[in-house]
């Protein structure tokens, strides 16, 4: 399931995180790439442990906990910190799979990557190339979101960045562990929830319908869920 999410960040936001961004110092992305990854990998990276990285990463978990639409389409139990990257001119990522375990830096916790996000900081406008190309069962998604707004699949998924033929592209990118670690029962959930919510805008709270329904969705979250 592809899901893009609008305006997870506001505009002031994404202007203060491209700020710091600015006076940053960028490393090889391939420093957080796998034994495969590596060889497709070419883009730049901010540490992951650098106070910037941090400050930054807050930001953007306090818009996801915020956010209604990530938190029906992902279901999260664990998050890890977000982290920034970016691709100038001639820059591209190939074809690959997300790794399936990622270690919570600083503690050693492990945390399944079951859903990667691409959350996009650089209008479209400003660079040519530098879509994320995500392939699945369905077909093949070209995805290029205005800054701010994100886009949420499966990490199952093989995906790559096309190269950037003219300016810079940047973003966050992060990865999280489902409640519900299946994405076909992660997609029925999402479907379900925001027909409640259509529902629930038409009908009232306490109208027999309504409360059946979403009490079918919470007993299949209890049936799927693992916390």
Known sequence: MLVTIP????????AHIRS????????????????????V??????PINSPEAQQLGQIVLGALGK?????SAVLPLRVLPPMFNRYDEGMTFGAHVD?????????????????????????????????????????????????????????????????????SRW?????????VKDDWQRH?????????????AQMPDDDPAVVSITGHYHNLIRAWAEV
């Not at 710091?20 to 060889?39: F, I």
């Not at 990998?41 to 901010?46: A, C, M, V, Y």
């Not at 973003?171 to 409640?179: N, P, R, V």
């Not at 029925?188 to 629930?200: A, G, K, T, V, Y």
């Open 7 to 14: 305006d997870v960040l506001s505009a002031d936001e994404v």
């Open 20 to 39: 710091v961004l600015e006076s940053t110092d960028w490393v090889d992305g391939r420093v957080t790439a796998g034994d495969q990854a590596v060889k």
């Open 41 to 46: 990998k070419n883009n730049l990276q901010i």
């Open 67 to 71: 956010n209604p639409k990530f938190m």
């Open 99 to 167: 790794g399936s375990i990622r270690a919570l830096p600083g503690t050693g916790e492990r945390l399944r990557t079951d859903v990667s996000s691409t959350l996009f900081l650089t209008p479209p406008e400003e660079y040519d190339g530098g879509k994320l190309v995500v392939h699945d069962t369905y077909g093949t998604h070209t995805v290029k979101l205005p800054a701010g707004h994100m886009v949420v699949y499966p990490a199952t998924s093989l995906h790559s960045v096309t190269p950037v033929t003219r300016g």
């Open 171 to 179: 973003a966050s990118f992060f990865w999280s562990q489902s409640m």
């Open 188 to 200: 029925m959930l999402f479907d379900l929830d925001q027909s409640i919510m259509r529902i629930r």
